[in-house]
């Protein structure tokens, strides 16, 4: 049986007019932002750090520890940029949140820019979220009307502007610095690291980059305090004294060949078993899972055996994942050759390599074209040695490229050739063709 939990981030949605600051306001909003207000930022920031909350973008960074970084004796100003690209396939949490409640987001920027002494906030929103900017814009034009944004905010010396920035629909801008480089104006290339963006940031200055959903649970956390949030989740491992602990809910997308794809809200922890049987209504048409990605594509490939794998920040990684990412679930069924799915992943990634490092640029391109002559029937064995040979030679993690979009189409490459070898072997030796249908994960 699975523990009952009550939402949190997702209370209010299928409310009546959820998007409007008077429906937020009725339901308590922006109380939080007044608390807030009547504290040194600096204690604002102690109580975000004591919760534990770790970023909900995919590092999964200490958000206070990152507040932190910020330089005590800069003159300003100092920007906050909000991440809203969320082009990570699978990924629809941030989605959701901007779309059906987006005051919960607007207060804990408020609060966030409060905290880091920011005057200016960016909220980075995908381009294809249309809905989203419609929305974000009317509930911004609601904050200033009340006197929640602009000169004073409720009757204090704090001021603030938040601007709605759309995005070019590139993958590499959901990376802080690509983000960055495309909100001045530029090409979303990477920069190199350091100066880091706590230092250098937008328009070269201190700037903190935090995920929609990271500053959503901001504002429970400052309504309902720390050890609240420390309630739900996974605590620290006494016996690693690196182990942060996954405090708090997270929101769990899963979509795929189930039942019931859709958006949860859970404890982080739960096991993607749990999480497919009990919540997303199990493996459709009656089939098995081959294998699961735990959070985005390019986390990697859990197969059908992990599938107790817990999904806090360390689990994944427990399993030879990256990580848990976005938290985002594919589910993949029995029936799905992991040829198909690896070749549609490399594929993404070849599209969406900014094309700054050579081991990426070069690396993604030849294993979509190495995979495409394997699913054309002409592949040979040595194409799984080359194949992982190439996954090994680009990443930040061997110290090959500037940012983490290498690691991201290398993990699934490495997972794939190493849990799911035989799907490969029997591809390459029987001299199948694949079928040219539309592909699990495509984006």
Request: net charge neutral; charged share 20%.
């Amino acid at each position: 049986m699975t523990t009952p939990f009550e939402p949190v981030l997702l209370k209010r949605l299928g409310k009546p007019d959820s998007v409007t600051l008077a429906s937020y306001r009725r339901d308590g909003g922006y109380q939080a932002l007044a608390k807030a207000l009547a504290m040194p930022r600096t204690r604002v920031i102690d109580i975000v750090r004591e919760s534990g909350l770790r970023g909900r973008g995919g590092a999964g960074f200490p958000c206070g520890v990152k507040w932190g970084f910020l330089p005590e004796d800069h003159s300003g100003p100092i920007y906050l940029c909000v991440n809203g690209d969320e082009s990570e396939p699978g990924t629809f949490n941030n989605r959701i949140l901007l779309e059906e409640d987006p005051h919960q987001v607007l207060e804990g920027i408020i609060i966030g820019s409060y905290a880091t002494r920011a005057q200016v906030a960016y909220l980075y929103l995908r381009y294809e979220y249309g809905r989203s900017y419609r929305v974000l814009e009317s509930a911004i034009a609601e904050l200033y009307d009340a006197g929640l944004l602009g000169k004073n905010i409720l009757g204090s010396e704090y001021s603030l502007d938040i601007y709605l920035h759309r995005g070019a629909g590139a993958y590499i801008c959901g990376e802080e610095t690509g983000l960055i480089e495309s909100l001045e104006g530029k090409r979303a290339w990477p920069r190199i690291k350091p100066p880091f963006p706590a230092v250098e940031g937008a328009f070269r200055k201190p700037t903190v980059i935090n995920n929609v959903e990271t500053l959503a649970c901001v504002t429970h956390i400052l309504a309902r305090g720390a050890d609240w949030f420390k309630t739900m989740g996974v605590p620290k491992d006494p016996a690693n004294p690196r182990d942060l602990g996954s405090y708090g809910p997270k929101l769990y997308c899963v979509s795929g060949h189930v039942e019931k794809p859709g958006l949860f809200e859970l404890p982080l922890g739960i096991t993607a078993r749990e999480l497919i049987d009990h919540h997303a209504g199990g493996v459709w048409k009656g089939r098995q899972a081959k294998a699961v990605v735990p959070g985005g594509i390019s986390m990697g490939f859990l197969s059908a055996s992990e599938l107790d794998t817990p999904l806090d920040f360390a689990g994944p990684g427990r399993v030879g994942c990256l990580g848990l990412g976005t938290a985002a679930l594919i589910v993949i069924d029995d029936q799905t050759s992991m040829v198909d799915v690896l070749y549609n992943t490399c594929r993404f990634f070849a599209h969406e390599s900014c094309g700054q490092c050579t081991p990426c640029r070069e690396g993604t391109a030849w294993s979509t074209k190495i995979l495409e002559r394997i699913r054309a029937g002409h592949g040979q064995l040595r194409d799984l040695d080359l194949l992982m040979e190439i996954a090994q030679s680009m990443g930040t993690i061997p110290g090959t490229t500037i940012c983490g979009l290498a690691d991201g189409a290398a993990w699934p490459m490495k997972n794939a050739l190493t849990k799911f070898r035989a799907d490969f072997e029997d591809h390459i030796q029987s001299g199948k063709k694949s079928s040219t249908r539309t592909l699990v994960g495509a984006h």
